[in-house]
Nanobody
Framework: QVQLVESGGGLVQPGGSLRLSCAAS????????MSWYRQAPGKERALVAS????????NYAEAVKGRFTISRDNDKNTMDLQMNSLKSEDTAVYYC??????????WGQGTQVTVSS
């Protein structure tokens, strides 16, 4: 059974930091590219960052470049998102996604991040 479980969300003040984690099971994690998406209230789900299967290539949305860092540990089947210098506009539900050509995509259930003073 495929599972992606996000954790690490919460309430943080502007300028603060959070580290999100995504724990994967039930599929060959190291062969899948992984991504973080977010969905703010009233907005469409949007890509935040992605990382290749081996971790050698990363991409970021312009809005988070220089503040967020995506990483993965293929031995532990986990992916992280380090978020620094958080802004109110980063408030959203954050989701992890697994993708591999020719296979179904897998999504986690999401974790809420709220940036507010």
């Amino acid at each position: 059974q495929v599972q992606l479980v996000e954790s690490g969300g919460g309430l943080v003040q502007p300028g603060g930091s959070l580290r999100l984690s995504c724990a994967a099971s039930g599929f060959s994690f190291s062969t899948y590219a992984m991504s973080w998406y977010r969905q703010a209230p009233g907005k469409e789900r949007a890509l935040v960052a992605s990382i290749s299967s081996a971790g050698g290539t990363t991409n970021y949305a312009e809005a988070v470049k220089g503040r967020f860092t995506i990483s993965r540990d293929n031995d532990k089947n986990t992916m992280d998102l380090q978020m620094n210098s958080l802004k109110s506009e980063d408030t959203a539900v954050y989701y992890c996604k697994a993708r591999k050509t020719g296979r179904p995509e897998y999504w986690g259930q999401g974790t809420q991040v709220t940036v507010s003073s």
